[in-house]
Nanobody, 126 residues
Framework: QVQLVESGGGLVQPGGSLRLSCAASGHSFSSYVMGWFRQAPGKEREFVAAISWGSRRTTYADSLRGRYTISRDNTKNTVYLRMDSLKPEDTAVYYC???????????????????WGQGTPVTVSS
């Protein structure tokens, strides 16, 4: 079992930055693929980014590459999502998720993930 708790969301002005954190408890955090997803009001949940267990591989949604950066610190059982140049359309609840490392090649699919956090809301508005 893995428990995930996101933090770092909030209100930010357009053009600003935020760093989300996702703290994991339970065993074998370092063996999991970690992903970030988001769900905007009235929209489907969508993939944001994923990182392999050893941080050698990362994947981003095409529309977010260059503005978002995923990273992890296995010594702290934490995965991060740095978001820069934020836009109003980035407003959403952001979720982190954990998947067995064998599912790396399905890392953009939310059904590949076994564990989910409760989400942290991000609002981009002036």
């Amino acid at each position: 079992q893995v428990q995930l708790v996101e933090s770092g969301g909030g209100l930010v002005q357009p053009g600003g930055s935020l760093r989300l954190s996702c703290a994991a408890s339970g065993h074998s955090f370092s063996s999991y693929v970690m992903g970030w997803f988001r769900q905007a009001p009235g929209k489907e949940r969508e993939f944001v980014a994923a990182i392999s267990w050893g941080s050698r591989r990362t994947t981003y949604a095409d529309s977010l590459r260059g503005r978002y950066t995923i990273s992890r610190d296995n010594t702290k059982n934490t995965v991060y999502l740095r978001m820069d140049s934020l836009k109003p359309e980035d407003t959403a609840v952001y979720y982190c998720a954990a998947a067995d490392t064998s599912r790396w090649y399905r890392e953009q699919n939310d059904d590949a993930y076994d564990y989910w956090g409760q989400g942290t809301p991000v609002t981009v508005s002036s």
